[in-house]
């Protein structure tokens, strides 16, 4: 790929930064990929009806070519533009919880092309609620494909930094729009079947998803590793995920018997991540990633302590697991990646 010129700017103040994000809508107009905040985690967007600058975003990202992206609207009348049918479930979740971290996955219009949906009969839509990627979708005046602003298989950025370490002069621009708050990707849910299934967990919890539209199903590679072969009603799932150079187990049960776990493996070069305040009382060296209690803590930290990991140079890390509840559910889901499926537990 031929190495593009990244120009960086900041974006915190929709009226201060407002140059910058119209000159970026119009670079995403001409064709260009520009790195942006979500509320979620940072995503490199394109124009979605433009099948070149969506072909660039795989290979910005070295995404594999059968893993479709999340297309971003600014209003619902572009979800009437992009899907074939709206079914009422669809229009109950928008209302309910759009803008913000849903991605509703429909039958898709003629508007989507092959390369966005990765030749399949769907499309994945998402109203985002951060106003830097509400204002640059309406300035671009299209819908915006964007996968998260990583080099595939790493750890989604939550941070501008974080794009630049990983796709500088490979995108356009990048917009600086401080930390994301969720921290972790949105929750995808199909309704192209019923009940409707979760694919992916996120911040939009399983129990706010039935509590609106009654029973859904949890796609099994949500909790497990799903063989490459059983093609997965998300195609993301079978890529690797989330991995930082360290090799990660995820450790279950209490923080006495982690510690005691820990001491016995204090001789060698593990390495913990851990709930805060726990890094103290550990004989080896930790990283925390938010509180024991507070799974949207977790969720925020999760990624930048997948990162510092790499930068500390961590090669065995020890992970205390979440509680896989709630919004909880989706900081597991993450991690058991991160850990390519090693689980230990402890009592
Ligand atoms: O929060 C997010 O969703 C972020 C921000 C940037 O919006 N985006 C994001 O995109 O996480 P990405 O490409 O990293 O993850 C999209 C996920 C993948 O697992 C992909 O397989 C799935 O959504 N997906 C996309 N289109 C799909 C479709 N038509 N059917 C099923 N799964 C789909
Ligand atoms: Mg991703």
Redesign the pocket.
């Known amino acids: 790929m031929q190495k593009k010129k990244t120009q960086i700017w900041p974006a915190t103040d929709l009226t201060r930064h407002r140059k910058y994000l119209v000159q970026a809508a119009h670079i995403l107009q001409n064709g260009g990929l520009v790195a942006f905040a979500?509320e979620?985690?940072?995503?490199v967007g394109a124009n979605a009806l433009d099948e070149n600058a969506v072909a660039d975003i795989f290979r910005a990202k070295g995404r594999p070519q059968d893993?479709?992206?999340?297309v971003?609207i600014s209003d619902l009348q572009a979800l009437s533009d992009l899907t074939r049918e709206i079914p009422l479930v669809a229009k109950q979740l928008a209302e309910q919880f759009w803008p913000g971290?849903l991605?509703l996955?429909l039958p898709r219009s003629d508007r989507i092309s092959d390369t966005v949906?990765a030749g399949?009969p769907?499309?994945?839509v998402?109203m985002?609620s951060h106003p830097v990627a509400l204002e640059l979708i309406r300035l671009a005046g299209v819908p915006i494909a964007?996968?998260?602003a990583n080099r595939s298989g790493g750890p989604?950025p939550t941070t501008a930094q974080h794009c630049i370490d990983d796709l500088q002069g490979r995108v356009d621009v990048i917009l600086d729009s401080g930390p994301c708050t969720v921290g972790l990707?949105?929750t995808?849910i199909?309704l192209t079947e019923t009940p409707p299934r979760l694919?992916?967990p996120?911040a939009v919890t399983p129990e706010q998803l039935q509590d609106l539209v009654g029973a859904i199903n949890v796609d099994e590679s949500v909790y497990k590793m799903v063989e490459m072969a059983n093609s997965p009603?998300?195609?993301?799932?079978k890529h690797k995920h989330y991995t930082p150079k360290a090799r990660v187990s995820l450790v279950h049960g209490d923080f006495a018997a982690y510690r005691q776990f820990m001491q016995e493996q204090a001789q060698g070069d593990a390495f913990g991540l851990v709930f805060d305040g726990e890094e103290e009382k550990l004989p080896v060296p930790c990283i925390s990633y938010g509180k024991e209690e507070d799974p949207l803590s977790q969720a925020e930290r999760l990624f930048s302590a997948l990162r510092e990991l790499d930068a500390v140079g961590a090669k065995n890390v020890y992970v205390r697991a979440p509680q896989a509840q709630g919004v909880g559910l989706a900081v597991y889901n993450r991690l058991v990646r991160a850990a390519a499926f090693t689980e230990i537990f402890l009592q």
């Not at 893993?67 to 999340?70: F, V, Y």
């Not at 009603?233 to 799932?237: D, H, L, R």
């Open positions: 979500t979620t985690v940072y995503g893993n479709p992206l999340i971003h971290p991605t996955v949906s399949l769907t499309v994945a998402r985002p964007a996968p998260s989604s990707e949105s995808v199909n694919l992916r996120g009603a998300s195609p993301g799932v």
